[in-house]
């Protein structure tokens, strides 16, 4: 047995969330301490994206008996405060070591650069090509193409509305996949469309209170269900949609599923998953088994690596909808409708 015993409370490192257990080497192949995990804005407790990287952390750990250490952000932390995180993490021998979100980017290409002979993953990104990183990227839009699907069969009014979080690429693939599928369904369907702000530093992953706002602005124009892709300010979405009495779509994580979004969970329609716990997982399997993926590996509804979470049974309720989405699914996977990213 190794023991991980590291303090990482330097500035910039983020407050650590879960105490470094012992790592079961008894396989012969792995030798490390643990599995390391660096959230991105917002932190656990999102609902969301990053609570999905902590499903699939906390399933590794605990089925590989790896252990491991993950750790919140700062508020307004730079690229040197990641970097010294991961630093950090690698020093200690944490392996892989994870960074959840595009802005570790650059952290993980520098960090992975000095530490080769540790495994580094990195969430929703794929320009770090060295040896020792996996990048781990998927097709949001397939999955926001089933939620547009949904919201189209949903809406009584042919109305529907698209919050994103950060007005960037990786959000516009889902507002692309979203509006394409509602126009499959309807195409005079009107659309809302919003993004909270210009850059991550301002808040669009981390303020529930903005979501709300868009999303009351959205149901006053006339919305009656709207899909956030929008991280932890995606619950100001959702509690907004249920005073209301409208849909939400929820996104990454089954938000219906979600204990702190309980209380509005019958106006949660669906969600347009991404099995960012599943890319997690996987990467730490790879290395405790000795054999790390390395590369872009990107997750496709073919893959079940995205999809559309059917837990409401209200929405199970809705036959013609189910019947919509299915297919729609069914259509991407055989390569009928190959969906946009822009």
């Not at 993004?195 to 602005?217: C, I, M, N, R, V």
């Not at 790879?286 to 590369?295: A, D, I, R």
Request: hydrophobic share 40%; aromatic share 8%.
């Amino acid at each position: 047995m190794a023991v991980a015993v590291v303090a990482l409370t330097a500035a910039g490192c983020g407050e650590s969330s879960k105490k470094a257990e012992s790592a079961d080497t008894s396989s012969g192949t792995y030798s490390g301490k643990g599995i390391g995990l660096a959230y991105d804005i917002g932190g656990k407790g999102d609902q969301s994206f990053n609570d999905a990287a902590y499903a699939g952390f906390e399933k590794a750990s605990t089925e590989f008996k790896m252990g491991g250490r993950d750790i919140e952000p700062q508020d307004g932390e730079s690229d040197a405060d990641k970097v010294q995180r991961l630093t950090q993490l690698a020093q200690a021998g944490y392996n892989p070591v994870i960074g959840v979100g595009f802005v570790y980017g650059p952290a993980v290409k520098e960090v992975a650069a000095k530490f080769p002979k540790t495994s580094f993953g990195i969430i929703d990104d794929e320009s770090v090509a060295a040896k020792n990183v996996t990048d781990l990227v998927f097709h949001e839009e397939q999955a926001s193409y089933l939620a547009g699907v949904a919201a189209a069969k949903a809406t009584k009014v042919n109305h529907i509305g698209f919050i994103g979080g950060v007005d960037i690429p990786l959000i516009h693939k889902f507002e692309a996949g979203y509006v394409q599928g509602a126009k499959s369904v309807n195409p005079s369907i009107k659309i809302e469309s919003q993004y909270l702000t210009e850059t991550p530093q301002e808040g669009g992953f981390a303020s529930p209170d903005k979501g709300k706002d868009a999303a009351s602005g959205q149901i006053e124009a006339g919305a009656d269900v709207i899909y956030a892709a929008a991280g932890l300010s995606g619950q100001g979405v959702i509690s907004e949609a249920a005073a209301k009495k409208i849909w939400a779509i929820g996104v990454d994580s089954d938000q219906y599923s979600q204990q702190a979004l309980a209380a509005y969970k019958d106006y949660i329609l669906g969600s347009a998953l991404k099995n960012v716990g599943g890319a997690v997982y996987d990467l730490s399997k790879s290395v405790y088994e000795g054999k790390p993926l390395t590369g872009v590996v990107r997750a496709d509804l073919k893959s079940g690596g995205v999809g559309f979470a059917d837990t409401n049974p209200k929405y199970k309720a809705m036959t013609d909808v189910v019947a919509a989405v299915d297919k729609a699914k069914q259509d991407i996977i055989d390569g009928k409708v190959t969906v946009n990213t822009k």
